[in-house]
């Protein structure tokens, strides 16, 4: 196993432990005496305004970047999926309608869909996820719609048809395995696009409460301090373009 | 020009039922939702005098006559009062946009033609040439923007204490009169420079840190243009007529590029309101993030209906006259339209 083809989902994982385990509590203030103290040996990355460990914050809003990106990036991909479905199924009625709402919907970044998700909803993290994954649900589809057409209209899946597979046989049999790396692909793109958003978003507000352990939220929540401590609001920026680089990363 | 009109109409439709999509959304979302608007407002609602404000908003009529009237009223630019700050949602949406447009304008006034200079100078190189357009790429795609913002304000505020943290302007200067609304075109009007550089001071950082988006949008898209193997024979059959490199690059690639360019900016006119929102709440710049984040959480339901519906109509237009724009500038899609 080559761990440099490994890296970005290493890193994810990394990055995941940190909202099962982190050395102290992210929320419990234990150390106001030492609330802008650099690092030291019990606080590798020192600690807070608040007097809250640093690195436990950083590694769980980490954790909380990555997890919820990925739950956005499953979402999208799963409705576009839905509505390619139901758009070949039938392409005259429900095929026409879905292809025009997302040439429209194609100009909505995710923020703006975010805001007017908020008119309905609270600010929660569902209403975060969904924000994000209705935000790139258009390009989501665009592009699986694309693989699908290429793979669909292939001269040996043709053959396949001939020699009597169809269905769910045609599809798991000739269809996916060549979908498969396109799809694994988009995936990554998805995950980094929806990290970069989600933490937008966050910086903006958009959490269950102020103190939310997050990536983009702990930036906006240190941004405070900016002037006596730099490295608490800009350390987390620097982990998630390092996660980003790593769901980009190409061998 | 014959495919384009047809497209342009089929735009104008789509555009329409965007309107009435939206609308129709906000409209219900507004109203339906559990957790009246009015009653919000109190800390132990009266039920009479809830009525009776509901009785002066129209927020009592029935559901048709309301969505007739907040529709006309839209149209008309009639948008009634904010229910926060009971001052015309009108006025206030347009000092926000102008704002907004400031920042906006702004960065796409130096980050589109950092991306084409970065593109003509990289593009079908090798090295550090071509490690200008991954590296200006990567920026774009891997490190948002306000984390740029925050390192800017370490750098440029805090540090060297060269610029101001944040805002559109300070108490401490005086403002040109007001004419479009721009401080910086107004401070040129009024030939006050002092006025000049205090709002080019405030506005530097911001529109710094927010045109890097477009500059690695411009430069990549760019990039790949340029690399497509019609543009390589073409630009070899111009350098064998003895063109320059530089002359090459700047006459005639730059003319077949600068078609796509516009589309790709109308194209993304949205993302780039919604990275100025965000630039905004970073540099506490008074535009239209804090006017639509605020009516949100708030439900003042004139500043929602209107300007969120503002707002959304104008990333819309944006993307369908780029659409229509690629119609008329790329023959091939034109044929594609006609046929």
Same mark, same amino acid.
């Given at each position: 196993?080559d761990?440099?083809?490994?890296?970005?989902?290493?890193?994810?994982?990394?990055?995941?432990?940190?909202?099962?385990?982190?050395?102290?509590?992210?929320?419990?203030?234990?150390?106001r005496?030492?609330?802008?103290?650099?690092?030291?040996?019990?606080?590798?990355?020192?600690?807070?305004?608040?007097?809250?460990?640093?690195?436990s914050?950083?590694?769980?809003?980490?954790?909380?970047?990555?997890?919820?990106?990925?739950?956005?990036?499953?979402?999208?991909?799963?409705?576009?999926?839905?509505?390619?479905?139901l758009?070949?199924?039938?392409?005259?009625?429900?095929?026409?309608?879905?292809?025009?709402?997302?040439?429209?919907?194609?100009?909505?970044?995710?923020?703006?869909?975010?805001?007017?998700?908020?008119?309905?909803?609270?600010?929660?993290?569902?209403?975060?996820?969904?924000?994000?994954?209705?935000?790139?649900?258009?390009?989501?589809?665009?592009?699986?719609?694309?693989?699908?057409?290429?793979?669909?209209?292939?001269?040996?899946?043709?053959?396949?048809e001939?020699?009597?597979?169809?269905?769910?046989?045609?599809?798991?049999?000739?269809l996916?395995p060549?979908?498969?790396?396109?799809?694994?692909?988009?995936?990554g793109?998805?995950?980094?696009?929806?990290?970069?958003?989600?933490?937008?978003?966050?910086?903006?507000?958009?959490?269950?409460?102020?103190?939310?352990?997050?990536?983009?939220?702990?930036?906006?929540?240190?941004?405070?301090?900016?002037?006596?401590?730099?490295?608490?609001?800009?350390?987390?920026?620097?982990?998630?373009?390092?996660?980003?680089?790593?769901?980009?990363?190409?061998? | 020009?014959?495919?384009?009109?047809?497209?342009?109409?089929?735009?104008?439709?789509?555009?329409?039922?965007?309107?009435?999509?939206?609308?129709?959304?906000?409209?219900?979302?507004?109203?339906?939702?559990?957790?009246?608007?009015?009653?919000?407002?109190?800390?132990?609602?009266?039920?009479?005098?809830?009525?009776?404000?509901?009785?002066?908003?129209?927020?009592?009529?029935?559901?048709?006559?309301?969505?007739?009237?907040?529709?006309?009223?839209?149209?008309?630019?009639?948008?009634?009062?904010?229910?926060?700050?009971?001052?015309?949602?009108?006025?206030?949406?347009?000092?926000?946009?102008?704002?907004?447009?400031?920042?906006?304008?702004?960065?796409?006034?130096?980050?589109?033609?950092?991306?084409?200079?970065?593109?003509?100078?990289?593009?079908g190189?090798?090295?550090?040439?071509?490690?200008?357009?991954?590296?200006?790429?990567?920026?774009?795609?891997?490190?948002?923007?306000?984390?740029?913002?925050?390192?800017?304000?370490?750098?440029?505020?805090?540090?060297?204490?060269?610029?101001?943290?944040?805002?559109?302007?300070?108490?401490?200067?005086?403002?040109?009169?007001?004419?479009?609304?721009?401080?910086?075109?107004?401070?040129l009007?009024?030939?006050?420079?002092?006025?000049?550089? #205090?709002? %080019?001071?405030? *506005?530097? @950082?911001?529109? !710094?840190?927010?045109? $890097?988006?477009?500059? /690695?949008? +411009?430069?990549?898209?760019?990039?790949?243009?340029?690399?497509?193997?019609?543009?390589?024979?073409?630009?070899?059959?111009?350098?064998?007529?003895?063109?320059?490199?530089?002359?090459?690059?700047?006459?005639?690639?730059?003319?077949?590029?600068?078609?796509?360019?516009?589309?790709?900016?109308?194209?993304?006119?949205?993302?780039?309101?919604?990275?100025a929102?965000?630039?905004?709440?970073?540099?506490?710049?008074?535009?239209?993030?804090?006017?639509?984040m605020?009516?949100?959480?708030?439900?003042?339901?004139?500043v929602?209906?209107? #300007?969120? %519906?503002?707002? *959304?109509? @104008?990333s819309? !237009?944006?993307?369908? $006259?780029?659409?229509? /724009?690629? +119609?008329i500038?790329?023959?091939?899609?034109?044929?594609?339209?006609?046929?």
């Amino acid at each position: 196993m080559d761990p440099r083809r490994h890296l970005p989902l290493l890193l994810a994982l990394a990055a995941l432990l940190g909202l099962l385990w982190t050395p102290h509590d992210p929320d419990a203030q234990n150390f106001r005496e030492l609330a802008l103290h650099g690092p030291s040996g019990s606080h590798w990355l020192g600690v807070d305004g608040l007097g809250r460990d640093f690195l436990s914050r950083l590694w769980c809003g980490a954790g909380r970047t990555v997890g919820l990106a990925l739950l956005s990036t499953v979402l999208g991909l799963g409705l576009s999926a839905a509505f390619l479905f139901l758009a070949e199924r039938f392409p005259k009625t429900l095929g026409r309608l879905i292809g025009s709402a997302v040439n429209l919907a194609v100009a909505l970044p995710s923020l703006f869909v975010g805001l007017l998700l908020l008119v309905f909803l609270k600010p929660s993290l569902a209403t975060l996820v969904l924000s994000v994954a209705l935000g790139n649900l258009p390009f989501a589809y665009r592009q699986l719609r694309v693989f699908w057409q290429t793979q669909r209209a292939a001269q040996h899946v043709e053959a396949s048809e001939t020699l009597g597979s169809a269905g769910w046989e045609l599809f798991r049999r000739t269809l996916w395995p060549n979908l498969r790396p396109a799809v694994a692909t988009l995936a990554g793109q998805l995950a980094a696009l929806s990290a970069l958003e989600l933490s937008g978003l966050a910086f903006l507000g958009l959490v269950p409460n102020p103190d939310f352990p997050e990536l983009g939220a702990l930036m906006r929540q240190n941004q405070s301090v900016l002037a006596q401590a730099p490295w608490l609001a800009l350390a987390p920026g620097v982990v998630l373009a390092g996660l980003l680089a790593a769901a980009r990363w190409r061998k | 020009m014959r495919g384009a009109l047809p497209i342009l109409f089929h735009k104008l439709a789509g555009l329409a039922a965007a309107f009435l999509a939206a609308s129709l959304l906000l409209f219900t979302a507004v109203r339906l939702i559990p957790g009246d608007p009015v009653a919000l407002r109190f800390k132990n609602p009266d039920p009479a005098r809830v009525a009776e404000i509901r009785h002066h908003l129209g927020l009592d009529d029935p559901l048709p006559v309301q969505y007739g009237r907040y529709v006309g009223g839209f149209v008309t630019g009639d948008w009634g009062r904010g229910l926060l700050s009971g001052r015309p949602v009108a006025g206030e949406f347009r000092s926000a946009l102008t704002a907004t447009l400031e920042l906006t304008l702004a960065s796409l006034l130096w980050g589109v033609p950092l991306g084409a200079a970065v593109a003509l100078v990289g593009a079908g190189a090798r090295g550090w040439r071509r490690g200008l357009v991954s590296g200006l790429g990567g920026v774009g795609l891997m490190v948002p923007i306000f984390w740029l913002g925050l390192v800017g304000l370490v750098v440029f505020t805090h540090w060297l204490g060269w610029l101001p943290g944040g805002g559109r302007w300070s108490f401490s200067d005086l403002a040109p009169p007001e004419r479009t609304g721009f401080l910086l075109v107004d401070a040129l009007l009024a030939g006050d420079f002092s006025a000049f550089a #205090a709002a %080019l001071r405030h *506005l530097a @950082l911001p529109a !710094l840190c927010l045109g $890097l988006f477009p500059a /690695a949008l +411009v430069a990549g898209t760019l990039t790949t243009r340029l690399e497509e193997p019609s543009v390589e024979i073409l630009s070899r059959a111009l350098s064998a007529r003895g063109l320059s490199p530089w002359r090459l690059r700047a006459r005639h690639l730059l003319k077949l590029a600068a078609a796509p360019l516009a589309v790709l900016i109308g194209t993304n006119f949205g993302a780039l309101l919604g990275g100025a929102v965000i630039t905004e709440s970073l540099f506490s710049w008074p535009g239209m993030g804090r006017l639509l984040m605020t009516a949100v959480l708030e439900r003042d339901v004139p500043v929602v209906e209107n #300007a969120l %519906l503002a707002v *959304l109509l @104008l990333s819309f !237009l944006a993307a369908a $006259l780029a659409d229509t /724009a690629a +119609v008329i500038l790329d023959p091939h899609l034109r044929r594609a339209a006609n046929r």
